[in-house]
């Protein structure tokens, strides 16, 4: 059989000339044209529409909005319905815009059906309540059974996608709309937003501020020491502090209070655990979830111990400091006035960027391998700097308080940036 007698312009082409038949061509598409954008409208009102507004529209006096808001309670009906007219208008496509294409050489036809669909996203409430009365079509159910699977597959992967939304969107999100009074609330949700970015060397306690003991201590030189510090998990070491052997939780010791000098309190040490300073503060804290635990052990790369980190730092992280009664009064920092602070060498450079609300990389491309205020110092200087001596780096002048024979002990820190 020959397949131009398939051809529906053929017939018609014996009633219309060449030009009459185009404009019906033309005149048929728009009118699917149309049809598929109050479709694509349609179901772009139910699909991304806020539930907010859809609240809003049950309370509204005209009965239209009210019956959109009511469809909402069963969306697959509605889209289902939807599906099988936008079926029906897709077959008129083909039979009409195929043929058309072949007959009349009208080949870029078919980009007219991206046009409803880019509107649909600009314009959503606009003619829902046009097509809200589209609800009786289900008896053609059985034509659209695969369809309607796959409509809802495209749903729940459309949902999914429309609320993903990345970090840099959040963090944009985070910076409109809060007063000054929100402030706080507004850097505990951008520091939720980093976490999963932020690594373990930024919030642990460097080496030269761990408080650890020797294993080799009498248990009232234990006693005393842990009266002075405190601290309610110490780690153990064995002649260095490169050599943790163990973890000591001081309630094990509360029943032994009476023992004598030599008790052997070595055997309550609980296994320490060990993490690389590169280490997600997100993964550690699943780590800590996992094993029971409240303080790691931070490793460098040769084995050695860099540091100790602790729940709190990571609570901390989120919702800032948290002081308790054992806590030292004196902070790593105080402001002397609007632009002046007096910071503490030891300082990390995370904290210290916190302070001023600096983005986490901003001192990477001076600070080496510095994790400290007075690492970096050193590290732009060159040399250990005098008492006195200024190093002034982008909005920051830092001025040289104490030293001691290898370190920066204090600074006094100067900037345009406060806040």
């Not at 397949?3 to 404009?23: G, K, T, V």
């Not at 034509?143 to 597959?153: D, K, M, P, S």
């Not at 780590?287 to 490793?299: L, S, T």
Request: net charge negative.
């Amino acid at each position: 059989m020959d397949s131009s007698n398939n051809n529906p312009y053929l017939f018609l082409a014996m009633w219309f000339d060449a030009a009459e038949l185009l404009a019906l061509s033309v005149v048929l598409l728009l009118a699917a044209w149309l049809m598929l954008a109050l479709i694509w409208k349609a179901a772009s009102a139910f699909l991304f529409t806020q539930p907010q507004t859809i609240e809003q529209l049950k309370n509204q006096p005209e009965p239209r909005l009210q019956q959109i808001a009511l469809s909402w309670e069963n969306p697959m009906q509605l889209l289902r319905n939807l599906s099988i007219i936008s079926k029906a208008v897709w077959f008129m496509l083909l039979a009409f815009g195929v043929s058309a294409m072949f007959y009349l050489g009208f080949s870029p036809f078919w980009l007219l059906w991206l046009v409803p669909v880019f509107l649909a996203w600009e314009m959503s409430l606009m003619l829902s309540g046009r097509v809200q009365p589209i609800k009786n079509v289900g008896w053609l159910m059985p034509i659209v059974l695969f369809n309607e699977w796959v409509v809802r597959t495209w749903i729940a992967k459309r949902f999914a996608d429309a609320h993903k939304v990345t970090e840099p969107e959040n963090t944009v999100l985070l910076q409109t709309n809060v007063s000054d009074e929100q402030s706080r609330y507004k850097d505990m949700l951008q520091a939720i937003v980093a976490f999963d970015s932020v690594q373990v060397k930024n919030i642990m306690r460097a080496r030269v501020r761990i408080t650890a003991f020797d294993k080799t201590l009498t248990f009232h030189e234990l006693l005393d020491r842990i009266n002075k510090t405190g601290y309610s998990r110490v780690p153990i070491f064995n002649e260095t502090i490169d050599s943790i052997e163990g973890i000591l939780y001081v309630k094990d010791l509360i029943p032994h209070l009476n023992a004598d000098e030599y008790f052997a309190w070595q055997q309550f040490l609980r296994p320490a655990l060990f993490v690389p300073q590169n280490r997600k503060i997100d993964d550690l804290l699943r780590d800590f979830q996992q094993k029971q635990v409240h303080i790691a052990i931070v490793v460098d790369e040769y084995g050695g111990t860099c540091g100790v980190v602790t729940m709190q730092d990571i609570i901390e992280e989120v919702v800032g400091e948290i002081n308790d009664e054992f806590d030292d009064a004196e902070k790593q920092y105080r402001q002397l006035n609007a632009n002046t602070f007096l910071f503490e060498g030891q300082i990390s450079l995370h904290d210290f960027s916190k302070v001023f609300h600096l983005q986490p990389n901003y001192f990477d491309a001076v600070r080496g391998e510095s994790e400290s205020l007075a690492g970096l110092l050193l590290e732009l200087n060159k040399t250990l700097p005098k008492v006195g001596e200024k190093i002034a780096f982008q909005s920051f002048v830092f001025t040289i308080i104490g030293v001691s024979k290898r370190a920066i002990r204090r600074v006094r820190v100067q900037t345009n940036a406060a806040s």
